[in-house]
């Protein structure tokens, strides 16, 4: 059986730096895998190829065994590839109901009649279904701008739900997060990971080995190493090359 | 967005309109023509607006737009022997093609460039006016006068000389644009033309054809602005290159300032103020322009956001 998500021989140049260069990566369905590695590794633009986000210069990646290296970003989310951003990225200015309902709707507007009229009651459903799950319900018609700072990041993953995600990438979930919402978020991530497959790009180690039922390990652009968390933190190569121990 | 704000919001639009229909009843005769070109005016800047205020757009080639719609249906008119209804629908087809064309040219651009770019092809639109001036008659432009028929409804004839007739298909005009406006920016894909003004990296990844997006926003925008240019055509019965050029490009943009960018309502209040400010001051002195300066700045000093979004920020945040 072919794997959930595939690349082969993926490469991307920026000018004169080769960020990624021929990764085979390959991502099991229901697996919780992160990525690690040092700054500039290549980890964030890997999962930005396998987003749409970026197009690679050479290689390709296929999704349940069809290539979708030339499909772009927006298609890739209608097959169930979605992206949550390093930087808090919402709609500041749209309450915390919009900025979820736009990411709900995506999925209910599959033909011409949907786009024009969609059910509002539908769309409140979905909506408040994603929210509960990030516990985000009761700041619904605020601004999403008003948020404290891990409430948007909690916002960013109730947007990434409501798209029904097949494969959620996450880009450093927890990156400025305070220890007890670190926790929080870690325990919503394994309740997502009962019904879809996590991508997770991410510094924090002691997250990383608690989460993740894989670990990839990146550096200069290609992949160290690869096995489960006990596995990782024993290779000789990554204590040398990251966890500098 | 609950229920009770919804239908608020439907009832004031409504209540805009059946305003409008009942003041032509106590109008004197020169306000009355006033408030029909108005209107069709209005039509004009709610078309802008859709693209300025509601997807992030800024062009400053809408005037190409408005004479699309006006040469199609004068020239039609003019030389073909068309009449009004066809001459309407030959000139909505006119700004859709032209704006169609302009939106998969233009739009791979963005921001600053995007302005510049949609001024240059609406200036060579409008040198073209003049240079084929054989057909178009150049800046002189052609009257219309008695070359249209009166539209017959059932036992009714209606002559677009006639002001009732004029102001009141003015009236269906703009209540077609500012109730379609109203329709469209409440609707799913009112949200993602709003989703891509405020962040279109953000919009793609969440799974949204952004450009696809963007040129739906131009062409309808686009076909407002026509439809308003072939109305004001058949009522005002006059063709001529000054609707093409660029100054007729920043008339909507600065209506929508003024009442409010990203306001349903704020096109028909920023170009009703504008034009009665013009006219009284037009009255008073011949350097009318000074009062429209000093308007401006008042505008920007107390209403950045223009009268129905100031309105919106301090008492009434419902406004759509």
Redesign the interface.
């Known amino acids: 059986m072919s794997p959930l998500l595939e690349t082969a021989a993926l490469s991307k140049r920026f000018g004169g730096l080769q960020a990624v260069q021929g990764v085979d990566f390959r991502l099991e369905q229901g697996e919780i895998r992160a990525i690690i590695g040092p700054n500039g590794a290549g980890k964030t633009t890997l999962v930005s190829l396998i ?1 749409g ?1 970026l197009s690679p210069t050479s290689g390709r990646v296929l999704f349940k065994g069809r290539d979708i290296t030339t499909l ?4 890739r ?2 097959l169930g590839i ?2 949550t ?1 390093q930087i808090t ?6 309450s915390v109901f ?1 900025n979820v ?3 709900a ?2 999925r ?2 599959t033909s011409l009649r949907k ?4 059910r509002h009651s539908t ?1 409140v459903e979905r909506v408040d279904a994603a929210l509960v799950k990030v516990g985000l319900l009761e700041v619904r018609e605020q601004p999403a701008g008003a948020l404290p700072y891990g409430h948007q990041r909690l916002l960013e993953v109730a ?1 990434a739900l409501a ?1 029904r995600p097949e494969v959620l990438a996450l880009d450093e979930p927890t990156q400025g997060l305070a220890p007890e919402e670190i926790a929080a978020l870690c325990q919503l991530i394994r309740r997502i990971a009962s019904t879809g497959t996590i991508l997770l790009v991410e510094h924090n180690v002691p997250v990383v080995l608690d989460l993740a039922t894989k670990v990839t390990v990146m550096d200069k652009g290609a992949i160290l190493a690869e096995g489960t968390p006990g596995e990782i933190e024993a290779h000789p190569d990554v204590q040398k090359a990251y966890l500098g121990l | 967005m609950s229920r009770k704000t919804t239908s608020s919001v439907v009832g004031l639009h409504l209540a805009i309109v059946l305003a409008l229909l009942g003041l032509q009843l106590v109008l004197p005769p020169f306000h009355h023509t006033m408030v029909a070109r108005i209107m069709v005016l209005a039509a004009y800047a709610s078309g802008y607006n859709l693209l300025l205020g509601y997807t992030g757009l800024m062009s400053l080639g809408h005037s190409m737009f408005f004479a699309s719609g006006m040469y199609g249906t004068g020239l039609t008119v003019y030389y073909l022997g068309f009449q009004a209804p066809e001459a309407l629908v030959a000139g909505l087809l006119a700004s859709v093609l032209v704006s169609v064309a302009i939106g998969l040219i233009g739009l791979r651009t963005t921001g600053v460039s995007f302005l510049i770019v949609t001024m240059m092809f609406s200036q060579a639109f409008y040198l073209a006016t003049l240079y084929f001036n054989e057909i178009t008659l150049g800046d002189q432009g052609f009257v219309l006068s008695g070359r249209l028929s009166p539209l017959e409804v059932g036992r009714l004839r209606l002559a677009f000389a006639d002001p009732t007739v004029k102001y009141n298909v003015a009236l269906a005009v703009f209540s077609a644009c500012f109730l379609l406006s109203l329709w469209l920016t409440r609707s799913p894909i009112g949200r993602v033309l709003v989703a891509l003004r405020e962040n279109e990296e953000r919009t793609r990844l969440l799974g949204y054809n952004t450009f696809a997006y963007k040129l739906l926003a131009l062409v309808v925008s686009g076909t407002m602005s026509g439809a308003a240019g072939s109305t004001y055509t058949l009522l005002f019965s006059y063709v001529g290159s000054s609707f093409a050029s660029t100054l007729f490009s920043i008339y909507p943009l600065l209506w929508t300032l003024l009442g409010g960018v990203g306001t349903t309502i704020g096109p028909l209040v920023g170009t009703s103020l504008m034009t009665y400010i013009v006219d009284v001051a037009s009255g008073l002195t011949s350097s009318y322009l000074m009062a429209v300066g000093a308007v401006l700045v008042g505008l920007v000093l107390w209403f950045p956001a223009g009268v129905v979004g100031g309105i919106r920020t301090r008492w009434a945040s419902w406004l759509p």
């Open positions: 987003s986000r772009r970003a927006w298609d989310v209608a979605v992206y951003f990225s919402i709609f500041k200015s749209l919009e309902a736009l990411a709707q995506r209910l507007m786009r024009i009229g969609l769309l947007m798209l």
